[in-house]
């Protein structure tokens, strides 16, 4: 299975560094397909306070830093189209962020990248709704066709992270995760799901302890990936802090993924 994991913003040299280390094990493991996420900037925060990250120069050169270091495939989000072949010629996957999955401009930039493009699905979004957003890749990269097969052979995916309920709550519907697998392959952001936008005063909330049961629940349905940010401490994260699980609690979620997995298998 694909998994996708790190911090969520580079705070420091150190703190990425340290999380880095503890992945080894899910990028040694050949069952595991294994990007290591980390965001350069995290443009959209509720407050202007709110910390997003050393920027597009440091950030990459810390990634880099990464790759060369422990060979991991790279995973960060960009959210302006001229970012694109830049990030583009340093990081494996490109991913778009929700409330930019339908930006024309921003897909087609991404698209002209040799990356794989990540879209996570709006907050605010129909699931059905993303197999155009999907199709504006593809299109751009000369591609006709449409299918999760298609897409997958042309470097396109897709990630639930929750939809909008109400103010300050997501909720995640598990009929996306079949609807969606038919445009492209879906990746479930199980962190970003127990997100409660502007529920912190000024910033983002999180309910932690609903991101396991929810992996169970989409591992049960079925999916190609899971994206989980985890932290040395997420108590002291700079960024979603409330949603982010601590490493140990990484590792008994993958466990619980792949018991329910092997079990569907001998049905």
Same mark, same amino acid.
């Given at each position: 299975?694909?998994?996708?994991?790190?911090?969520?913003?580079?705070?420091?040299?150190?703190?990425?560094?340290?999380?880095?280390?503890?992945?080894?094990?899910?990028?040694?493991?050949?069952?595991?397909?294994?990007?290591?996420?980390?965001?350069?900037?995290?443009?959209?925060?509720?407050?202007?306070?709110?910390?997003?990250?050393?920027?597009?120069?440091?950030?990459?050169?810390?990634?880099?830093?990464?790759?060369?270091?422990?060979?991991?495939?790279?995973?960060?989000?960009?959210?302006?189209?001229?970012?694109?072949?830049?990030?583009?010629?340093?990081?494996?996957?490109?991913?778009?962020?929700?409330?930019?999955?339908?930006?024309?401009?921003? %897909?087609?930039? &991404? *698209?002209?990248?040799?990356? +794989?493009?990540?879209?996570?699905?709006?907050?605010?979004? =129909? @699931?059905?709704?993303?197999?155009?957003?999907?199709?504006?890749?593809?299109?751009?990269?000369?591609?006709?066709?449409?299918?999760?097969?298609?897409?997958?052979?042309?470097?396109?995916?897709?990630?639930?992270?929750?939809?909008?309920?109400?103010?300050?709550?997501?909720?995640?519907?598990?009929?996306?995760?079949?609807?969606?697998?038919?445009?492209?392959?879906?990746?479930?952001?199980?962190?970003?799901?127990?997100?409660?936008?502007?529920?912190?005063?000024?910033?983002?909330?999180?309910?932690?302890?609903?991101?396991?049961? %929810?992996?169970? &629940? *989409?591992?049960?349905?079925? +999916?190609?990936?899971?994206?989980?940010?985890?932290?040395? =401490? @997420?108590?002291?994260?700079?960024?979603?802090?409330?949603?982010?699980?601590?490493?140990?609690?990484?590792?008994?979620?993958?466990?619980?993924?792949?018991?329910?997995?092997?079990?569907?298998?001998?049905?």
């Amino acid at each position: 299975m694909i998994l996708i994991a790190g911090p969520c913003a580079i705070e420091s040299r150190d703190v990425l560094m340290r999380v880095a280390e503890k992945l080894m094990g899910y990028f040694e493991d050949e069952t595991i397909d294994f990007y290591f996420k980390s965001s350069f900037d995290k443009a959209n925060r509720t407050s202007i306070e709110s910390f997003r990250g050393p920027g597009i120069d440091e950030g990459l050169k810390l990634l880099q830093e990464v790759r060369e270091q422990f060979g991991y495939k790279i995973l960060t989000d960009i959210h302006e189209s001229y970012q694109a072949p830049i990030v583009g010629s340093v990081v494996d996957v490109l991913q778009i962020p929700a409330f930019l999955c339908r930006q024309t401009d921003l %897909l087609v930039a &991404a *698209a002209k990248t040799k990356a +794989v493009v990540n879209i996570k699905k709006g907050q605010f979004l =129909n @699931p059905a709704d993303m197999r155009y957003s999907v199709k504006k890749v593809l299109q751009t990269r000369g591609c006709d066709q449409e299918g999760s097969e298609v897409a997958r052979q042309n470097g396109v995916w897709l990630t639930e992270r929750g939809s909008t309920f109400g103010y300050g709550n997501l909720v995640v519907d598990m009929r996306s995760f079949l609807i969606m697998s038919e445009f492209a392959p879906v990746i479930f952001d199980a962190t970003h799901s127990v997100q409660m936008p502007g529920a912190a005063g000024g910033s983002s909330g999180g309910k932690r302890e609903f991101v396991a049961p %929810l992996a169970r &629940a *989409a591992a049960a349905v079925g +999916v190609d990936g899971f994206f989980f940010e985890t932290h040395t =401490n @997420p108590c002291l994260a700079l960024c979603d802090g409330p949603n982010m699980l601590d490493l140990e609690a990484l590792q008994k979620s993958v466990n619980e993924i792949r018991a329910i997995q092997n079990s569907l298998k001998q049905l």
